[in-house]
């Protein structure tokens, strides 16, 4: 980024601090341009959603071509042009169009992946420009050739940068007033780094008048393309062009002099009307909310005083409503209320020992209050939709789909349900990989579909719900579900114990295994048998769980139950001699005394207890943990019963001590992992108490 640094330093901006904030914009851009290609109808294309698609790609463009990513800035030029003749209805969208256009996304997103370091090779991107520009021209598609990844310098300058060609023609440019003068020398330095923009030269001898620069400039450029490049260097309110030949665009007509006070923006042609739009008469409502979309970019490197109340006008309205901050300043905060939430269960307990006077409970009872609020408001600030999770599948399955010829629907309900924000980072993984499950072993063939009665589009839904104090995620499909047979059958290949008389549930867990595959063949999207197993222990070590159901020729569903949140949860503390453990609230089912006669041994060692009717194992803390006690006599007698992976366990303990909330702390990072614990707190009194794994309890009963 070296030449394009050292030109905007000697203009009094340093571009490099925009770059951030550049990268997440032009991510977030491609993420949607992706993903109105996959919604857009190439039968009966939306104008709108053309215009949308267009400006992700303006959008993305203008910001390239100011940091001086010329290959980023090539690619989106020749998107651009596609683009607007398809919006212009000069041409007509095909499928074709959309996969070139989705493949030129991926490559620019290798592209910005390069510049910001985390990749170290740019996608040879030659034929993906001459497929499109074959296709801008209206000619046949050039033969889809997938362009191997190859190692390829990238300018750091903008000197590649294409042009758009047009008619040569001569304007006056007048900039000002300049608080100094000399930044208007930046505009002259774009055209030395840019080739085929044209030459520009001083009308007023290299010296400013009041602060006004005035320059004669030869050019085939079209204005959007001069108003990006210009912008970014100087205020657009200070920026007037003039057409010296007749007949060349429309420019204010009094360049030269200084600007109005409340400057009337003529366009300069940014915006030209749609052939459905009207033409002078467009409504100027319109126009500002698409110099919006367009002005985007330009936000970054608004560094001049007179450039902020630019941007103020044009982008500062949608921005109001979001606002970026750093997930180690969102984590810091977090942190910070969940000592708080410790240090408030410490004032509670003290209140409880000693005798207060009523306006300092009173004041207690608040700060409690309070405290929770404020917690549940901090930790909604890490909460995000499942839609940006759910949106990577439509592309995902598109490509799948084709790759294994078969026609494939994706239904998504529940996407505002929030999860968060370090689980949807973990969870992406297990789903993608669940999903292809369903599109390669669980929908059918279309010929297959339509001999077995079914539509020849087989159907997956994505399903996210809240159900109590966990998040519920299912993956279902149409398609040809799991046999029972095949699966016992596979098992017992692999040297699997699969008796007869295994439950249903029981014969499904059995794709959990190491290495086990119901695929006939092995193909480069699954059937080897590593995926579900890792699915499985990814999901576990979550606190989550995983529930499978199938029907043998009608489909299959995956439910995956994961807890909100990591940091701070609701719990159950409980009492064994003098240790107190915690409890997710989410999975105790119940408590009760426990009564003569009520634990029957079973097998010789096996403890199971009685409850309505149903028997469940028992197991005793105090055993499991080698809890000291020096009351021999004592004999634990109450059983809180805890639900996890879809078993119940009943747990001996001496005492239950209430529920609260507690701060998750990360165990296995301060100290090493614990068999049966997935964590630890610290208690009002300043103790530390285990968090207890409950998932691991059911699973120690199962062996």
Sequence with gaps: MGEISNNSSSAGIDLSQFYQVFFEEAGENLELMEQKLLELNVDAADDEEMNAIFRCAHSVKGGAATFGFSDVAALTHQMETLLDKLRRHELTPTSAMVDVLLAAGDALKEQLAVHQGSASTAPDTSELLARIRAMAEGQAPVAVVKAAAVATPVSSTLKSMPVPKATTRAIELVVGPLEKPETADALSELFQEI????????????????GMRRFRVVTTTSDTDLLDLFTFHVARELIQMRATDPGFGFFPENAGAPPAEDPVDPGYGFFEPMPDAGLAEAAPASNAADAGDDA???????????AAKVIEKSVAAPDQATLRVSIEKVDQLINLVGELVITQAMLAQNSREGQLNQQLLAGLTDLERNTRDLQEAVMSIRMIPMSMVFNRFPRMLRDLAAKLDKKVELVTQ???????????????????HLVRNSCDHGIELPADRLAKGKP????ITLVASHQGGSIV???????????????ISKARERGIDAPDSMTDQEVYSLIFAPGFS??????????????MDVVKKNITSLGGTVEIDSAE??????????????????????????????LPLASVVESFQVAPGMIKTIGGSGRVVEVRDEFMPVIDLERVFEVPRFDFEHVSNIMVVVEAEGARVALLVDELLGQQQVVVKNLEANYRKVQDVSGATIMGDGRVALILDTGSLVRRTRH
Excluded: F, N, W
């Design 473 to 487: 995620i299912e993956v279902r499909d149409d398609g040809r579900g799991l046999s029972r047979q095949k699966l």
């Design 553 to 582: 020729g009608y489909g299959m569903s995956v439910k995956v139950r994961l807890p909100l949140t990591l940091a701070i949860m609701d719990g159950m503390s409980i009492g064994v001699g003098d240790e107190c453990y915690i």
């Design 195 to 210: 080739e085929d923009l044209g030459t520009i030269e001083p009308l007023d001898g290299g010296r400013a008048a009041d």
């Design 414 to 432: 529940g996407e505002a349900t929030e999860l968060d924000k370090s689980l949807v980072e973990k969870i992406t993984d297990p789903l993608t």
């Design 518 to 531: 119901t695929a006939d063949q092995v193909t480069d999207v699954s059937g080897r048998g590593v995926g």
């Design 456 to 459: 020849e589009h087989g159907t």
């Design 296 to 306: 985007a970019p330009t936000a970054t490197a608004a560094a001049p005083k007179a």
